[in-house]
Structures are given as structure tokens and as C-alpha cells.
């Protein structure tokens, strides 16, 4: 069982930077793909970013060349770094995590991200 709490978000201006943490608890940490998703006011939840139990990175087409996503597995730490940050960018910030190819069975409480023009 894992249990994910994302950190790091706030208020940033437009070409702006944050970085966004995740702390897991759970013993299989290391082992899990993690990733990152958002929500906007009124929209459908959608993906942002994940990273293998290898280390092997992927990315939203919306996101990529901007953020970067990396884990620490001896802090249990999965991060995201978002750099030239947009308003359209604006969104509830969750963590997750699937210890195989099915669903996301692990998700944290979400985190505020504000990009203001």
C-alpha cells in the first residue's frame, strides 16, 4: 500500500518556475511508475508526466521541453520541475502511482498551481 502527498505548489508569474514534490510511503516505492496528472477548473483530469521504476521519463506533447520529471528513491520522492510556466498551465497538481501497466491505483490529495499572467 502507498500512500502519495504532493507538495510545492503557489502562486508563480507567467515564464516562471516551481517545483512540484511527492512523498510516498510504502516499501515498493522504487519499483512503481509514478506520474503526474492536473485539473483545471472545469476540465477532465488529464496526464502530464511519468517516470518508470527504470528511470525511463515520458511526456504530455503540452508540457514536453518544459518540465521534467525525476524521482529520489531513497527519499521516496517523486518530483516535477516545471519551467516556462504558462496560465494555461493553471491546475490542481495530483500525484500517482501503479505498480504495473493497469490504473493508477495510488494518488495523492493534489496541490494548487497558479500562473498568472
Known amino acids: 500500500q502507498v500512500q502519495l502527498v504532493e507538495s510545492g505548489g503557489g502562486l508563480v508569474q507567467a515564464g516562471g518556475s516551481l517545483r512540484l514534490s511527492c512523498a510516498a510511503s510504502?516499501?515498493?516505492?522504487?519499483?512503481?511508475?509514478m506520474a503526474w496528472f492536473r485539473q483545471a477548473p472545469g476540465k477532465e483530469r488529464e496526464y502530464v508526466a511519468r517516470i518508470t521504476g527504470s528511470s525511463i521519463t515520458y511526456y504530455a506533447d503540452s508540457v514536453k521541453g518544459r518540465f521534467t520529471i525525476s524521482r529520489d528513491n531513497a527519499k521516496n520522492t517523486v518530483y516535477l520541475q516545471m519551467n516556462s510556466l504558462k496560465p494555461e498551465d493553471t491546475a490542481v497538481y495530483y500525484c500517482?502511482?501503479?505498480?504495473?501497466?493497469?490504473?493508477?491505483?495510488?494518488w495523492g490529495q493534489g496541490t494548487q498551481v497558479t500562473v498568472s499572467s
Open positions: 500517482a502511482g501503479r505498480s504495473s501497466d493497469a490504473n493508477y491505483a495510488y
Open positions: 510504502g516499501r515498493t516505492f522504487s519499483s512503481y511508475t
